[in-house]
């Protein structure tokens, strides 16, 4: 019998039970981008411990999870997202650009809601997107500090920060700082962790994406904003004498790997080389801003040159929690703007959705491939479902065939999340964590 090398020289009454996988094929994203048949993964804890032949991993008192008809694949990563507004779906579909206000998106008659009712809120949306295979977020709202509790009850991996601007009235850091106090930002050391979250450049001045610069540089935290998403924040900047997003950017310090901007959907040419020079991470959300500006960023042309995620970002933008198909509709919307079908190949498209959007977020030394050593934060597809069928290709069945109605279970730091397409927890318990 295999055993994980660290086991080798323990005796068998030393060895702690273990969840395994057993025969699965496995969809790595590993450095090969190796499809694996009939394999073992064994969980020790929240790790994966080691990968094997099929049936040669677990000893008597492990736990065992036939995947015979199973593919094993990483959690989706999701880099951009509101998910305490889920409760604003179909509230703004089909509105002129000029409908989302200046110096801020919201919908009418949002004030009505409670913080019970957006706590409420987020844990239906952790539990949809469970259940959509998505094992990460990266979730800011204002008042995060009353929400992360939420999204912790979940079981989530999360990397959230509490919305900041001063376009209103003086900023508050207080939620920020109680975020970072609870939590921390380092991933390694919580499933949830901290950063700091200015909204966007018309939103903030110049002076507080300064200083949101100097806080992250202080904490060691990533900044995560919004960038270039319209027409009319690009205008407001240029007003306060920046020739465009990437200079107002740069003026503040706020450039490089830690700094995360979702969109980027106004950029001119330079911008765009600029970004890559700079290294600047960028969340894309083809859903949401084909729906609320009918405008995409050109994905190829960013691949290879800086980190790329994606996002479904809010519900009143896109409606959809799936990130199935926010990689399949990036990979199509992508290959018309290159116009080029060759770009974007699938491999790159599973990518972007898992240990990309890792790498965005920083993570992608614990999660984002399935490999031995790396989190088991792991979904398990349905190959028994017809739009699995046939597997001729199984990267290719990920980005264009599956759905999250092919997500049979769904693992988080080893912990079982979803099994046979139902959540194991009842998830209206967790809007009541505190
Ligand atoms: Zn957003």
Redesign the pocket.
């Known amino acids: 019998m295999t055993l994980a090398p660290a086991d080798a020289c323990l005796a068998p009454e030393e060895i702690a039970m273990a969840l395994v996988l057993t025969h699965a094929t496995v969809l790595t994203v590993d450095p090969q981008d190796r499809v694996l048949d009939d394999r073992d993964i064994r969980i020790d804890g929240r790790t994966i411990a080691a990968i094997g032949p099929g049936g040669t991993l677990a000893i008597p008192g492990d736990i065992t999870l036939d995947c015979t008809r199973g593919l094993v694949m990483p959690g989706l990563v999701n880099t951009?997202?509101?998910a305490a507004t889920a409760l604003f779906r179909g509230l703004a579909d089909d509105k002129p650009r000029e409908f989302w206000p200046e110096g801020g998106?919201s919908v009418p008659g949002q004030e009505r809601f409670t913080m019970a009712d957006y706590r409420g809120s987020l844990a239906a949306a952790c539990a949809e997107f469970l259940g959509n295979g998505v094992t990460t977020i990266a979730d800011?709202v204002a008042g995060m500090d009353q929400l992360a509790p939420v999204i912790a009850a979940s079981g989530m991996r999360a990397v959230v920060g509490s919305t900041i601007a001063d376009a209103g009235g003086p900023v508050d850091w207080g939620a920020t700082e109680r975020v970072i106090e609870r939590y921390g930002v380092d991933p390694m050391a919580s499933r949830i962790s901290a950063g700091i979250a200015p909204h966007a450049l018309d939103t903030c001045s110049d002076a507080l994406l300064a200083e949101c610069a100097r806080r992250a540089e202080r904490h060691g935290a990533k900044v995560f904003l919004?960038v270039a998403q319209s027409a009319a924040e690009v205008a407001s900047i240029r007003r306060r004498g920046h020739s465009g997003a990437l200079a107002c950017l740069r003026c503040a310090g706020l450039t490089g790997p830690d700094v995360i901007a979702?969109?980027c959907i106004y950029l001119d040419e330079d911008e765009i080389d600029g970004f890559c020079a700079d290294g600047t991470a960028i969340c894309h959300?083809p859903a949401?801003n084909l729906k609320i500006e009918a405008r995409t960023l050109p994905l190829a042309r960013y691949l290879g040159r800086t980190p790329v995620g994606l996002g479904t970002?809010?519900t009143a933008s896109n409606n959809s929690m799936d990130m199935f198909w926010e990689m399949r509709l990036a990979a199509l919307v992508g290959k018309m703007k290159a116009d080029d079908p060759t770009v974007l190949d699938t491999r790159q498209m599973l990518r972007l959705a898992t240990l990309d959007g890792a790498k965005v977020l920083g993570i992608d030394h614990l999660v984002g491939s399935v490999e031995p050593g790396k989190r088991a934060d792991l979904v398990v597809l349905d190959l028994a479902a017809l739009e699995m069928a046939p597997l001729h290709d199984a990267i290719s069945n990920v980005v264009y065939s599956a759905s999250p109605r092919s997500v049979r279970d769904v693992l988080v730091d080893g912990e079982i999340r979803v099994r046979d397409h139902r959540l194991v927890q009842d998830h209206r318990s967790w809007a009541e964590a505190s």
């Open positions: 951009h997202t509101h998106y800011r919004h979702a969109h959300c949401s970002d809010w």
